[in-house]
């Protein structure tokens, strides 16, 4: 079955489709493909690749004789690493059901240019995304226990509340702060220095330099993928008054940022090159990151830019674990 686009444009005269947009509403059900696509699994590498980094950057800070298999197994390791993996990838679940429900509410979805949203597209009630959303900060809260339960680290309840929270205020409550130009701000925060630096402390025990240069990568990595999404989004974004970085700055400026989020990891990737030879691989993931670049700053159409997104997704993916890889073979 095809996926039901909620959206049509007539192209206006200002040139601006989303001023001749009519929403469209959807009079099916949502199906298990719809939720499925709720889940927005494309974005789901913003949370493998820090944990992946910040389970390899704990290995080869922890001064452990032996390899990293070895590693995995002594203290526990390999349980919380999962345990900080399946917080991550609930988490980022949540968020997407969360702006799912609270765009939708909003209106701020009606015309939208991307994929049907379950909300906004009128294939689910509201009230039944909320509580899905829920559902996963829920369950991202329960793993996140029973880490701070294996570690003894209680002030780590702390943390996970402060993400929850955030990530319900990225677009939700009566002023979320993803309509104020601050969504990168977020997901670089949580998504890379949180997720890759307390990956690594609930593992060995403290944040290292090459810790935090990890948290940075993947940091840019996740603003990439929002700033990306957030231009393909910038006319109707603007018309839903959701204020974006990307709507604030303007389209030229936010290729531009778009760009250096972008490249801006394979920099800091010349600290592990250093240390590590064998993480130069990792510079072969710039065949993914160059054609979406080129898009991203060469794109007419708003809907060329989901290629763009995707292939921005996949070099972080490819990324984070070649370096990981890379990482955890160092002899």
Not at 70 to 85: K, S
Request: glycine share 12%; proline share 3%; aromatic share 12%.
């Amino acid at each position: 079955m095809a996926r039901t686009k909620n959206t049509t444009h007539k192209q206006g005269r200002s040139g601006n489709p989303a001023k001749a947009a009519t929403p469209v509403r959807s009079k099916r059900r949502a199906t298990a493909r719809d939720w499925i696509g709720g889940a927005r699994l494309r974005t789901l590498t913003l949370g493998v690749v820090p944990v992946v980094l910040g389970t390899t950057v704990g290995f080869v800070d922890s001064g452990t004789t032996g390899d990293f298999g070895a590693f995995l197994a002594q203290d526990g390791h390999l349980a919380i690493a999962l345990l900080a993996l399946a917080v991550a990838l609930f988490l980022q679940i949540g968020v997407n059901y969360s702006n799912d429900y609270s765009d939708g509410v909003r209106g701020t979805d009606e015309y939208r240019v991307g994929p049907a949203r379950l909300t906004g597209a009128g294939l689910a009630k509201p009230g039944t995304v909320l509580t899905v959303a829920l559902t996963f900060f829920g369950l991202a809260a329960v793993a996140g226990i029973v880490i701070v339960v294996l570690t003894q680290l209680w002030w780590l309840l702390l943390v996970g509340a402060a993400a929850i929270v955030a990530a319900w205020f990225y677009t939700g409550g009566k002023k979320p702060y993803g309509y104020n130009a601050l969504g990168e701000v977020f997901v670089f925060v949580f998504f890379g220095l949180v997720a890759v630096l307390g990956t690594q402390y609930v593992l060995i025990g403290q944040a290292t330099t090459s810790g935090w240069a990890a948290a940075v990568a993947a940091g840019f990595f996740a603003c990439a993928v929002l700033m990306v999404n957030n231009i393909r989004d910038i006319d109707e974004d603007r018309l839903a008054g959701k204020r974006t970085l990307a709507v604030v700055v303007g389209r030229p400026v936010a290729r531009v940022l778009y760009g250096l989020f972008l490249l801006l990891p394979y920099v800091v990737l010349l600290w592990f090159v250093l240390l590590y030879f064998r993480t130069g691989f990792t510079y072969f993931s710039l065949l993914l990151a160059l054609p979406a670049l080129a898009i991203g700053v060469s794109s007419r159409k708003p809907r060329e830019l989901i290629t763009a997104l995707q292939l921005s997704s996949f070099a972080s993916l490819v990324f984070g674990v070649v370096l990981g890889i890379t990482l955890a073979v160092q002899p």
